[in-house]
């Protein structure tokens, strides 16, 4: 992999500290720290050259942390980001994935898990705490306080067919060959029912999927005269 500028931003100087020792032998390169979501932000605007990777952690989350990381990701949709925190805080979680995170990791992770996850990320996979990963296999998303609709909101089978394609980590492409329709045509219809749903991305919807009991049934068989 590339080398990768990454930008700290924790309230725990010793922390920040610590990182840039750890990633000292690695292909991701500390280029910038800040105590502060808003200073980091400041501070990166103003950078000549702009990091690949930006680890974050909120520990206040609230709105204004998660409104930080929207103006984030509307200003530097090509920068990675990823939540580093103490605790797995469901609601926070949630409120992180809304506004465009591609990580949200615990800083009890081993170091080698920690750099196989800023990998994924780097190759545009979303990675998650493990023990969200078991809630999701095992169905218990009452416990993850998504706040997600009770409703299916009208959506159509197709729609529905890919949202269980999507709890089985199906690619689009993967969806395609499986449903016999192309590529583009699952892009259509995954926008529609992220919209449907209030969605951000495909995790969220397989979270909505999971609390809408969608993944009690197994993927039906296409029909052909379905688009």
């Keep these: 992999m590339d080398p990768v500028n990454v930008f ?3 309230s725990n100087k010793l922390f920040r500290e610590g990182m840039k ?17 808003s200073e980091g932000l400041g501070l990166i605007e103003t950078a000549p050259e702009k990091p690949g990777l930006i680890l974050i952690d909120l520990a206040g989350g609230g709105e204004e942390d998660v409104d930080g990381m929207r103006a ?15 605790d797995l805080c469901t609601r926070r979680l949630s409120a992180a994935l809304g506004a465009g995170a591609d990580g949200y990791l615990m800083k009890n992770i081993a170091c080698e898990a920690l750099m196989q996850s800023l990998r994924l990320v780097m190759m545009g996979e979303k ?13 218990k998303t009452d416990e993850l306080a998504t706040e997600v609709p009770t409703r ?4 159509s089978q197709r729609e529905i067919q890919i949202l269980k394609c999507l709890l ?14 192309t590529e583009a045509t699952v892009k259509v219809h ?19 999927a999971l609390n809408n009991g969608i993944g009690e049934q197994p993927v039906e068989a296409p029909h052909a005269s379905m688009a």
């Design 190 to 208: 995954l926008k529609s029912l992220l919209r449907k749903i209030n969605a951000s991305n495909r995790t969220q919807a397989a979270i909505w």
């Design 152 to 155: 299916r909101k009208g959506l």
């Design 127 to 139: 990675v998650l705490p493990t023990h969200l990963a078991e809630l999701l296999v095992s169905g």
């Design 8 to 10: 700290l931003i924790d």
């Design 21 to 37: 020792r750890l990633f000292d032998a690695s292909s991701f390169r500390v280029m910038g720290e800040a105590g502060s979501l």
């Design 72 to 86: 984030l990701r509307a200003r530097f949709p090509e920068i990675r980001t990823v939540i580093l925190t103490s």
């Design 168 to 181: 089985n980590g199906n690619s689009n492409k993967m969806i395609a060959n499986h449903l016999n329709i």
